[in-house]
């Protein structure tokens, strides 16, 4: 299912994601030049029916949609079989849902109105972290044109201008917040982190950002950015001729990215989903599930199979929103139970949701997440594995299945 900004679907939205036992769905946005192939990845992680093709600008009004972050499912470590509510488990695999945003192109001069300008930047001011989408092929130039072009530039362009679109709306609030932080005697970073909530920085990052720079100081929002808005390179169309050589030079250069190739996954995605081949989220290979391929679907995937996944791993679609969520934003899974000693809610279901939260996030914050009104009659906690009780403060290992007591 796919949600555009009408404010109809946004409300169709808002009932969906109520009914899920899950309090914040993490949003990832994709960005990138025109033609890089955000909707590609998009389409390939979401599987929903949106436009793509090979011009600038294809896509104007943002796409929004669901995508599945992946990790194991403690039923099979815990032999049991599991009834998931707000997920999905695909033999033993969780299937986490998490919001993916595909907006239009960006180009240099955005942020001065160039393009499309950076106004659509806007939808991205919820997103916890960014996916920038790069033609490592180097034939998309940074207007999303077709030529000859070195991609390390583009990852400059791109992250110059994303900063250029915070750093002008924290120059709007800084100089408020400043005043009223010195009229109330109140630390500037809370000002500013009120007045920056929209954009969904969080007052410790202020705070961590502000030892190096002032927040009037460029520096400031780019250090800012790192920290509250971290960019996954997606080196895409990897499988394109040439790509491979261009993708270890720019890596050497430019730092870490992930080759990718959303093209592929969105082929085999599709061909899954019509039963033609059995293919597993993240998987480095597939099966041939139907006699009804004809020569040209088949040597379609046998490329696929030769060019992309023996050579690469994996297309690289699911590694790079797993590493958006668990490595560069830190989370960790956990399953709270109503009854720890068969693992399910209320109704019976075995390990019915997953939560996700910060590492390090103890029993008591936990607590106050699954029932935000019960803070003050928490008790303590227990453990399936160990079947040991679990003190307030003491942190959450990835995977727990938990039970949060609270007095009546
Ligand atoms: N070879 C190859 N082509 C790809 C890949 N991903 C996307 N493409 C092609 O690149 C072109 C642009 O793809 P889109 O997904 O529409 O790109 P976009 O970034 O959304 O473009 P705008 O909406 O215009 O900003 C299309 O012809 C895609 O088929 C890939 O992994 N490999
Ligand atoms: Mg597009």
Redesign the pocket.
């Known amino acids: 299912m796919v949600y555009r900004k009408t404010k109809k679907h946004w409300k169709r939205e808002a009932i969906t994601f109520k009914s899920c036992t899950q309090l914040k769905y993490m949003l990832i946005g994709l960005v990138?030049?025109?033609?890089?192939?955000?909707?590609?990845?998009?389409?390939s992680a979401t599987l929903a029916d949106i436009?793509?093709?090979?011009?600038?600008?294809?896509?104007i009004e943002p796409n929004q949609g669901v995508a599945h972050i992946t990790a194991p499912c403690p039923c099979k470590m815990l032999g049991v079989k599991c009834n998931p509510q707000n997920s999905a488990c695909v033999d033993g695999v969780r299937h986490i849902p998490v919001k993916l945003l595909?907006v239009?192109?960006l180009v240099p001069g955005a942020h001065e109105g160039k393009g499309l300008g950076n106004q659509f930047l806007d939808d991205l001011r919820q997103a916890d972290g960014l996916i920038h989408?790069l033609?490592i092929?180097g034939k998309t130039d940074a207007e999303?044109k077709e030529n000859e072009w070195d991609p390390s530039k583009t990852i400059e362009i791109l992250e110059n201008e994303i900063d250029e679109w915070i750093y002008g709306i924290i120059q709007k609030n800084y100089i408020k917040s400043k005043r009223i932080a010195e009229m109330e005697k109140k630390p500037i970073e809370r000002m500013l982190a009120q007045n920056l909530s929209g954009l969904g920085i969080e007052e410790h990052e202020i705070k961590a950002a502000m030892r190096d720079n002032n927040p009037d100081e460029r520096e400031f929002t780019t250090t800012l950015r790192k920290i509250s808005k971290p960019i996954i390179i997606a080196a895409?169309?990897?499988?394109?001729s040439g790509a491979k050589e261009i993708f270890e030079k720019v890596r050497e250069s430019s730092g870490e990215m992930i080759s990718?190739?959303?093209?592929?996954e969105l082929a085999l995605r599709e061909a899954d989903k019509h039963g033609l081949i059995n293919y597993k989220l993240g998987s480095s290979d597939f099966t041939i599930a139907s006699g009804n391929l004809n020569e040209k679907q088949k040597a379609a995937l046998e490329f696929i199979r030769s060019n992309v996944l023996k050579r690469f791993g994996t297309t690289g679609v699911q590694k790079i929103l797993n590493k958006m969520v668990f490595e560069k934003l830190g989370y960790v899974t956990v399953y709270p139970v109503a009854d720890i000693n068969h693992a399910t809610d209320k109704k019976g279901n075995i390990l019915p949701d997953v939560f996700l939260v910060k590492k390090g996030t103890t029993l008591k914050e936990l607590a106050s997440k699954v029932h935000s009104d019960m803070a003050d009659k928490f008790i303590g906690g227990m453990e399936y594995k160990t079947k040991r009780k679990i003190g307030a403060e003491q942190k959450i290992n990835d995977g727990d299945v938990i039970e949060i007591i609270f007095g009546k």
Do not use: H, L, Q, W
Not at 52 to 58: E, M, R, S
Not at 260 to 264: F, I, K, L, M, Q
């Open positions: 990138g030049v025109p033609n890089s192939g955000k909707s590609t990845f998009f389409k436009e793509i093709a090979n011009y600038p600008f294809t896509t595909d239009a192109g989408v033609d092929s999303g895409n169309k990897i499988d394109k990718c190739s959303a093209d592929s």
